[in-house]
């Protein structure tokens, strides 16, 4: 049994406090080019490394809940995707799956992570789908959470619809504007008004370069072909109450990567914020159940 969990916090402090124990770092990994991220638990280099990749309206900063009970016993590692807080963006004004797989490659390399579980939510399990597709060797295990599937097999018309949506939202609220509307719909109403904050607190933190480059990727992508090309470890999980990436989206992803999906009760799209413990759980489970995947050879 892992001692990761349970962890004691004093829920008085804020999560940006909280936040404030895994400051801010910033890599270059290729000239001009940087990855913004925050980790935990560097003393456990002997461990398995766990990678976290956010959704679409997200950050790094939305792990920290992990963060504190995963980094105990393992280092952790949350990014921000290009695009994101100082994350250089990709080249591309309409970018595929694999200019960010690309990207965790190039940040994998320079921090001298040679294999690590990876954990992708929302549209990060897309880019998490396409780096372990061409990279399985890297991945001793995949777990998606509520896995956006992309719209990469539908009708250019589907495609384009879906995208321009988005984009038109973007551009009449902005990123404040998207956290105060949009928000909500991540959570299950079960949620408490500290994680109905903090999901605000990090959506209005997106750069609208980024987002839009990522909607872009969103009606691009094609998480469905990658599951199954990828035959390690993996997992798919989705919170019950999810109404953005519901259970019925996720079981077509589960199916393809030839997986039971599990459903967590009493959780919305951002389930690792709501219901934490669950999740924290969960992902514990999966990063021991993937040691024996480890090899530094």
């Not at 591309?92 to 690309?102: D, G, Q, V």
């Not at 040679?114 to 060797?137: D, K, N, Q, T």
């Not at 090309?229 to 589960?254: K, M």
């Amino acid at each position: 049994m892992s001692a990761a969990l349970p962890v004691t916090v004093d829920r008085t402090v804020t999560l940006e406090t909280r936040l404030s124990h895994f400051p801010a770092r910033r890599i270059e990994i290729a000239p001009q080019c940087a990855i913004g991220y925050r980790e935990a638990g560097a003393a456990h280099a002997d461990a398995l490394p766990l990678v976290l990749l956010h959704g679409i309206g997200s950050g790094a900063a939305s792990w920290v809940q992990q963060l504190e009970a995963l980094g105990t016993t393992r280092r952790v590692f949350a990014w921000d995707a290009p695009g994101y807080g100082e994350s250089t963006p990709v080249a591309s004004a309409s970018p595929a799956a694999s200019e960010y797989a690309s990207a965790v490659e190039q940040w994998l390399n320079v921090l001298n992570i040679e294999r690590c579980v990876l954990v992708g939510h929302s549209l990060g399990a897309i880019i998490a789908g396409s780096f372990a597709a061409s990279h399985a060797e890297r991945v001793a295990g995949l777990l998606l959470i509520s896995p956006a599937a992309g719209y990469g097999a539908a009708s250019e018309e589907v495609r384009a619809s879906k995208r321009d949506s988005r984009l038109a939202m973007l551009a009449e609220l902005g990123p404040q504007g998207l956290a105060d509307q949009r928000s909500a719909n991540m959570l299950s109403p079960h949620a408490d008004d500290a994680s109905r904050d903090w999901v605000r607190w990090n959506m209005s933190r997106i750069v609208p370069h980024g987002y839009a480059q990522a909607t872009h990727l969103l009606a691009n992508a094609d998480l469905a072909s990658d599951v199954t090309t990828y035959t390690g470890r993996i997992t798919v999980a989705v919170g019950a109450e999810d109404v953005i990436t519901p259970p019925s989206s996720c079981e077509r992803i589960a199916l393809a990567a030839n997986t039971r999906l599990q459903i967590i009760p009493r959780a919305g799209h951002a389930g690792y914020i709501e219901a934490s413990t669950d999740y924290t759980a969960l992902i514990d489970a999966f990063c021991c159940a993937s040691d024996g995947q480890w090899s530094k050879a």
